[in-house]
DNA sequence: CTGAAAGCGCTAACAG
DNA sequence: CTGTTAGCGCTTTCAG
């Protein structure tokens, strides 16, 4: 059924059929008449017809390196909230943490198809950089901040200084490290950096045996607490990069009774649900992914409706949350 | 910048541009031409305008309940995987648990934009069957089964029925249920009827007080646990539909020093993260989420393909994985 | 193998 | 307020 098919069905021209469905600039008969003919046909208009004529897709690209990750599920779900209110829809694309499929997907959007992309971003290369100055259409970068592009970010750095200088307070002596790799600018470098300043402050140095890079599983976090935790002498407090991460932790800790906090101390960014329901809950910074989403489909969509806007970016703050994993000295704090 | 732009660039027709991106039906030197002009302005097609041409929009619409729960995470990881090899994107739709915007989506995508639906179903009512039997575009419903649709889904009966006969072979003698609401098929009542099955067989029956219908977060289990397990005389084993609620249940025992297996044992279906980080890991029975999602990509497009493919129903196979919140009698199993 | 021409279903001037 | 008309960018006959 088309628009010429339904006009005469409902006994008006295309055009009224076609200011029924967008401005409205109608008589109330007509109105009635067409009303009616859609009750009966059940008919609406071609989207993919409007898009040709209009140029919009009401449609927005969300590029994500792993969906099965709690924190883009939780970016993910702030995004589709309100872009859905908004009558947008979003076409998502898993890239497996595959960077060269972000570049093939942003290449893909640019070319046609949606109004906007919002992108997840790990891992950022010039290849990135490149490409993204390319696109027409508006992006917003969510989880790094890059200078020149909309993002929304988090305090990576502050999160990690703060959970490190409270762990140095309830009386950590030797620091341990666990974190990603530091081309995540966010989770690795911005992290690392927030965990040695605090060092700094404090006067401690890093020894380069208590510090490793894991991948984003638990499974590798075990790997990695075993290769630090091993020795007689060992950490007594570990900053890791993610809750997944210290969730590996904790199971090398427990299968080897090392003593939590007594021991050594645990912390970690993400405040996700794994981390509150380990044998000792872990102490966290909560990060605000679902805001960040929300934000940044906001971002998106008043760049899509202000061509001209100038490119921001937003930092989200953060929150500790103390639990048993640090609980060292409870009087100290 | 448009076909006949781009042709006049590269000094040959529409057609044969098109022929370029379509057939291939075209002598090397046009070829050639063509390349080179791509080269040089980085032309592509409009997606919008092959749309209402060829009437395939290479879209797939997935609805889902809950894009944060890990099982809904890990099917469309699945189905995003075999969609995007066969060059298909998805469109999302998050739902937040509202069966009236399942139904609006499936209105939606019934109307355009898609080729084909998957949808992760929860709840299923006459309003649904009603929508589904009118949608022209092939649908696969994940999670659920229902005569007459295309249906991925998992032995949920099967897997509570074993795991709750697991739990009585330990040694279990006072049953307790912790499920979801009946109203989701798989989940709620296939879940609830094994778990009867398997009592019913050794002769147990199922003390009122000790059922308990929870919503599907950690938070919640802990509340119907606090219900059920309170008393003095409480349950010495607990089936919990999902890993989810097992959690909750888990840290209600800790803090009320209920001790896992000795006082109470529990089990639970999904084999999440979660369950494997627990202080007692919980035995599980794995569903093959990412599995379900793969197969409903491909029903979903041989049902594209083959325009009059019959409905069929594929059941996926479960796994038990035992772990200490059941290992009550090492020497009995 | 190739180009001209006729639409796909819709919107947006334009003239009433 | 309304209908007519000319495209949007592409694919697909149809003659060559």
Redesign the pocket.
Known sequence: ???????KIA?????????Y???G???????KQIEDAIQKTG????????N????VTKLVGVILPKLSSESCARVTEGISQVLTEDGYELLLVNTANNYHKEIEYLDLFRK?RVDGVIFIASIFTKQHRTILNKMRIPVVIVGQSYQGFNCVCHDDRGAAYALTKRMIARGGKIPGYIGVTLEDKAAGEERYQGFLTALAEAGLSLDKRFSAISEFTTESGYRQAKRILSDKTHPDFVFCATDTIAAGVMLYCRENKIRIPQDVMISAIGDSKLGKITAIPITSAHLHYKTSGIEAARMLLSAIHNHDSVPRILQLDYEIIERASTMLEEAKI
Request: charge should be positive; avoid cysteine; glycine fraction near 2%.
């Open positions: 059924m088309n628009i010429s098919e339904f006009a006994g008006v021209s295309k055009s009224a059929v076609s200011r469905f967008n401005d600039y109608l008589s109330e008969e007509k109105r008919y609406s208009p071609s989207i993919s017809a409007q040709i004529r209009t140029r046609n």
